[in-house]
């Protein structure tokens, strides 16, 4: 059973940084691609950014050059490091992968950044 779950959200000033984990468990996240979702208040669920199974790393135009996402493979954890918030970042963050047809979400851990 594929499990995912995710820690690191809180609340943070505009301008600081958070880091989010996603732990795997039932699945290497060394044999898929794995995403970072958000989802604000009555606005549809983005993509924010994807690693891949070779470790290439993409990101939404508004996060790049503030967000990275990186991956553990001892710890088969990813993390989603967000620097120089803003307020518009504030949602709850998922995380995302796929196997075998089926999709596995985190339960989401929501980040809030203040003006």
């Known amino acids: 059973q594929v499990q995912l779950v995710e820690s690191g959200g809180g609340l943070v000033q505009a301008g600081g940084s958070l880091r989010l984990s996603c732990a795997a468990s039932g699945i290497s996240f060394r044999i898929v691609a794995t995403d970072w979702y958000r989802q604000a208040p009555e606005k549809q669920r983005e993509l924010v950014a994807t690693i891949t199974s070779g470790g290439s790393t993409n990101y939404a135009d508004s996060v790049k050059g503030r967000f990275t996402i990186s991956r553990d493979n001892a710890k088969n954890t990813v993390y989603l490091q967000m620097n120089s918030l803003k307020p518009e970042d504030t949602a709850v963050y998922y995380c995302?992968?796929?196997?075998?047809?089926?999709?596995?979400w985190g339960q989401g851990t929501q980040v809030t950044v203040s003006s």
């Open positions: 995302r992968t796929a196997w075998s047809i089926r999709d596995y």
